[in-house]
């Protein structure tokens, strides 16, 4: 899941029965450029982080964390 959204850019995204894989985590803007990437390990059945982009402007995008196996998206609109 991804909390809230819409949002100011601060978002917090839990990742359940995932546990021993490896993702790229990328937050793409509608116009298709990378405005956040890193690499996530999820170790435990449970894996939530708080992301803060506080310097992109209101919009839509894309979240993305994909891996060899699989592939999860959320769109998520920020207000200013």
Request: charged residues 10%.
């Amino acid at each position: 899941s991804l909390y809230p959204n819409p949002n100011n850019g601060t978002f917090t995204i839990n990742v359940a029965g995932y546990e021993g894989n490896s993702f790229n985590l990328n937050v793409v803007s509608a116009t298709g450029q990378i405005v956040y990437t890193k690499t996530v390990d999820v170790t435990g059945a449970n894996y939530a982080e708080q992301i803060a982009l506080d310097n992109i402007p209101a919009g839509m995008y894309q979240v993305n964390l994909s891996n060899a196996q699989y592939q999860i998206n959320y769109a998520i609109v920020v207000t200013k």
